[in-house]
């Protein structure tokens, strides 16, 4: 059964860090490329960051700089650095395959606000 969880969200003020870490648990994980996406109130879930089994990442051009995907292939996890984080920031953050697979945690939330 695959599982998905995600934590480390939490209400920060601009220009702060949160550190975002996903279990995964059955094979979604292994050898597969890893993704975090984030949904805003209102807007489709878009992929903001990923990294292929081998440590290659990809970045939205939003967070270019600032985010910084990692993994432990070891212990099925999948890391997100958040940093000199913006209002906009704001979403709910999940972990999935990339491209996504049908299976969803139930998403952390990150609040950047003042």
């Known amino acids: 059964q695959v599982q998905l969880v995600e934590s480390g969200g939490g209400l920060v003020q601009p220009g702060g860090s949160l550190s975002l870490s996903c279990a995964a648990s059955?094979?979604?994980?292994?050898?597969?490329?890893m993704g975090w996406y984030r949904q805003a109130p209102g807007k489709p879930r878009e992929l903001v960051a990923s990294?292929?089994?081998?440590?290659?990442?990809n970045y939205a051009d939003s967070v270019k700089g600032r985010l910084t995907i990692s993994r432990d292939n070891a212990k099925n996890m999948v890391f997100l650095q958040m940093n000199s984080l913006k209002p906009e920031d704001t979403a709910v953050y999940y972990c999935?395959?990339?491209?996504?697979?049908?299976?969803w945690g139930q998403g952390t939330q990150v609040t950047v606000s003042s």
């Open positions: 059955g094979s979604i994980a292994s050898r597969n490329t």
């Open positions: 990294i292929t089994s081998g440590g290659n990442t």
């Open positions: 999935n395959r990339a491209p996504a697979s049908p299976y």
